[in-house]
């Protein structure tokens, strides 16, 4: 599995993708919304995990964006989150049905989020807590 991995934090972005690939997933990293943009002209990635609040173009910015011209693109992200502080954002993550992970996470709540959320993508919006 394909995954693009947006976080403005690099050392967050760094611990997640080496997660991802030690379970067999390849993994592509960029830090801004922007990055990300760039990145989907030019590739396809099977899922995104996706830092909500970044600088400049949010997670919740390249959601809503995404979702006009790409709805099967935006369908595939993953919400990061290490809490909604910001009214917006907590309005956004009830309103989507895209899955959330919450920071901290743990290798094992990692694992188990890929096999029930991404591998088996069942119906229904999963969040597992670090």
Excluded: C, W, Y
Aim: without cysteine; charged residues 25%.
């Amino acid at each position: 599995m394909e995954i693009l991995i947006v976080d403005d934090e690099p050392e967050v972005a760094d611990v997640l993708s080496r997660s991802l690939n030690r379970q067999g997933h390849r993994t592509s990293v960029v830090h801004s919304g922007q990055e990300a943009i760039d990145r989907l002209q030019h590739t396809t990635p099977d899922a995104m995990f996706l830092d909500v609040s970044m600088p400049g173009m949010t997670g919740m910015d390249l959601h809503e964006g995404l979702s006009m011209v790409s709805p099967a693109n935006a369908a595939k992200m993953v919400f990061l989150t290490g809490g909604a502080f910001t009214a917006r954002a907590q309005a956004f993550l009830r309103e989507v049905s895209n899955a959330r992970l919450d920071k901290p996470f743990d290798p094992t709540s990692l694992r188990r989020f890929v096999a029930i959320s991404l591998e088996n993508r069942g119906p229904g919006v999963e969040r597992i807590s670090g």
